[in-house]
């Protein structure tokens, strides 16, 4: 069997990870201890994010024609992607908290819904919060006058019925 047919399932995969993907983010994992690792991929699992080590070449030649071929020249030294379907800013944001506690782990670039994001960029991404928690938030907002005004109504009610008395 010849080697490009080994390797062509490989980069079918990442075709298929990039192709479902709203967002990629690359990153360099050297110096991450095995527990870190093991953390981190926990993390990003989660919270929905497929996390893989692949060839630097298995990544150019599937990336090629598509909006992450942007991360090619970043695709140098021992890379690790992360790829998101549901959850654009996923990868980013839960990289960039582990990236705190984990000094070793560095952003090299993201495209994210097309566009590329250096480390700077990255960070900035990842300060927006989740779809659920901006939902969450506008709900606590929205919920907050309605109850107010039920309470208003409410007092007035009963003063009502005690002027009634």
């Given at each position: 069997m010849a080697k490009v047919e080994l390797k062509q399932p490989i980069v079918d995969e990442i075709k298929a990870l990039a192709n479902d993907s709203k967002s990629a983010v690359l990153v360099d994992y050297r110096g991450l201890t095995v527990e870190q690792d093991t953390i981190l991929r926990k993390q990003l699992r989660e919270a929905g994010v497929v996390y893989k080590v692949y060839?630097?070449?298995?990544?150019?030649?599937?990336f090629e024609g598509t909006d992450y071929a942007q991360l090619d020249e970043f695709l140098e030294g021992p890379s690790a992607i992360a790829f998101s379907a549901e959850d654009a800013t996923a990868p980013a944001r839960v990289l960039a908290k582990a990236a705190k506690e984990m000094d070793a782990l560095e952003f090299k670039g993201a495209v994210i819904e097309g566009t590329f994001y250096d480390e700077k960029g990255i960070k900035a991404i990842a300060a927006i919060p989740s779809r659920?928690?901006?939902i969450?938030?506008?709900l606590g907002s929205l919920q907050s006058p309605i109850t107010n005004f039920a309470r208003v109504i409410n007092q007035i009610a009963e003063k009502g019925e005690a002027a009634a008395e």
């Open positions: 060839k630097n070449t298995f990544m150019k030649r599937a659920e928690e901006l969450s938030k506008l």
